[in-house]
């Protein structure tokens, strides 16, 4: 099973199941003061329950490996940063070993390099047409986006955690 993870607020994770699209779920957050932030306690919950539910299973991970951008300003970028160490912090304590992503890497193994953000929705719906239910909206692109993740980890970096 492995977990694909884009990070951030408007993020998501997902899961394959032996190659096909398993539960997935829109970046839990939580309003924290004046701000929202990834909701680390919603999210190792959700990653043990989907672990229970397959015993047995062995478990990886892949994190888009993304920055601020020097446009987003200190705040934000901090902010950014912040959910993206809380998510890597879930992953090491429940022991799951985790690879990263560049964009640039894995969308140019997807063939999306020089599209527009809706590209790599439409791509993960004709790879996957099970789970065009889940990322029907253009605001699903969370979804998609963590699900080729995923599907290029399994591809090029499984071999890399098991050795």
């Known amino acids: 099973m492995t ?27 939580v309003q924290v003061g004046d701000w929202r932030e990834v909701d680390a306690a919603a ?19 892949c994190v888009e490996k993304v920055s601020a951008r020097p446009s987003d300003g200190g705040t934000s970028a901090f902010r950014f940063g912040e959910g993206y160490g809380q998510i890597k ?35 993960a719906i004709k790879r996957f047409p099970s789970a065009e239910p889940q990322l029907r909206r253009k605001k699903d692109s969370g979804r998609a986006d963590a699900l080729l993740i995923a599907l290029w980890h399994e591809s090029t970096q499984l071999h890399a955690l098991a050795a």
Do not use: C
Not at 3 to 27: H, K, N, Q, R
Not at 43 to 60: E, I
Not at 98 to 108: E, G, L, T
């Open 3 to 29: 977990f694909g993870i884009d990070p951030g607020l408007s993020g998501a994770i997902v899961t394959l199941l032996d190659g096909e699209p398993g539960p997935m779920l829109d970046m839990p957050t």
């Open 43 to 61: 999210l190792s919950a959700w990653m043990r329950t989907v672990r229970a539910q397959h015993p047995g299973a062995n478990f990886s991970a």
């Open 89 to 123: 912090a879930v992953l090491s304590v429940l022991g799951i070993e985790y690879s990263r992503a560049i964009p640039a890497v894995w969308k140019r193994h997807m063939g999306l390099i020089g599209t527009d953000k809706d590209a790599a929705r439409l791509l």
